[in-house]
């Protein structure tokens, strides 16, 4: 046994000759303890690493049998080999059944119980090994799977910073809106927090808020530019653009929810929006709760013919259409939500660092020249 820690052996009997003639046996390559009965070795088993307990079945008070589960619980990879008069089948087989490894009849021959030792400590050997491999496993699978969230935080950092961009261009055409889809954005997040979204829908529901009018691409500038109000015929027009934004996001993986509160946005819970007509909970809720975020930006935003209005009159707004054109619940939502949060978040779209805006312009006057060059 030289060369490496010597095993454990903790033996529990309650005729003394039979301890000590197995420790005597076994003290010159194994360190040996001596139990006179199984509560004397319950106590001993949590102070010391045993590898192995060799235990007679009948004692006083707890018996051999009675013990092993509670060595295996106390010790899952320790070993248990039991030792027994008893001529019986049965116990031999309700002691492997308990979890003991072997098991040896007295009188024993002291060969047999040398070789019964021998397997039950190779086979401890292998348990630990196994034990290091699943903990060496589980930490590599810990490993891996921390580099792969992080990879995929990167990626959609990458994702985001492009539909920024994208959104941002397109924002170019309709001047009278910029900076809409990021305000609400905020508000849509702020919004989701409030209702109890979970992580998967608030990543739908932000990516949708931020892509939500991408499908104006396909929209005229005569009629997305338009100073006076549109005809019929033009409104035809202009309200295929979520159709529009759901056909430019299919085949997305990662945009599946979003492109559903793309197509969904202008639907109304008592069904009378479009471009399908669904009602109440046939709407995706991430287009239900940005349906009232965006009604709140409109509502409290300047316009060229008009100022916007305060926080007090936006909420009474969406009371008076909460069931018509609201889902009730997210209105509740966003009364739960104090009003210096949505003045702080609006305060916040403003203050824009002018490196970012020069950079932001750039990327816009990029884009809209591709896109300019596409349309034609």
Request: proline letters at 4%; aromatic letters at 6%.
């Amino acid at each position: 046994m030289t060369g490496h820690l010597r095993s454990r052996i903790l033996i529990v009997d309650d005729e003394r000759e039979i301890t000590a003639i197995l420790a005597d046996v076994f003290s010159d390559d194994y360190d040996c303890t001596t139990a006179g009965s199984a509560e004397e070795a319950l106590t001993l088993l949590p102070l010391t690493n045993y590898q192995l307990v060799i235990s007679d079945i009948t004692m006083p008070g707890m018996s051999g049998l009675d013990m092993i589960p509670l060595v295996k619980s106390s010790s899952p990879n320790t070993v248990v080999v039991m030792i027994s008069g008893m001529q019986t089948v049965e116990s031999a087989i309700e002691a492997l059944r308990l979890g003991a490894f072997d098991y040896v009849m007295k009188p024993f021959d002291l060969r047999q119980v040398e070789a019964v030792v021998k397997r039950a400590l190779e086979h401890q050997d292998l348990i630990v090994a196994k034990q290091r491999y699943d903990d060496h496993l589980e930490e590599l699978v810990e490993q891996r799977t921390a580099e792969l969230d992080q990879a995929l935080n990167s990626l959609e950092d990458a994702y985001r910073s492009t539909l920024k961009a994208l959104t941002a261009a397109l924002e170019t055409r309709d001047l009278e809106t910029h900076g809409h889809s990021e305000r609400v954005v905020s508000y849509s997040m702020r919004l989701g927090r409030e209702y109890g979204l979970d992580s998967q829908r608030t990543k739908a529901l932000e990516f949708g808020s931020l892509l939500h009018d991408i499908g104006k691409i396909g929209v005229p500038d005569l009629i997305l530019r338009k100073p006076a109000k549109l005809t019929p015929d033009e409104w035809v027009l202009m309200r295929q653009h979520p159709m529009h934004g759901q056909q430019i996001l299919r085949g997305i993986k990662f945009l599946e929810g979003a492109a559903r509160v793309v197509a969904q946005h202008h639907e109304k819970w008592d069904g009378s929006g479009y471009p399908l007509g669904l009602s109440g909970e046939e709407i995706d809720i991430c287009a239900r709760i940005f349906s009232v975020a965006d009604a709140f930006d409109a509502i409290t935003s300047n316009r060229v013919y008009r100022k916007g209005k305060p926080y007090y009159a936006a909420a009474q707004e969406l009371d008076e259409w909460a069931g018509k054109q609201f889902d009730p619940k997210v209105v509740e939502a966003f009364h739960r939500v104090p009003p210096q949060d949505w003045q702080e978040l609006h305060e916040q779209s403003l203050m824009k660092k002018e490196d970012e805006l020069e950079v932001r312009r750039m990327v816009e006057m990029v884009l809209e020249s591709q896109l300019e060059a596409v349309g034609s």
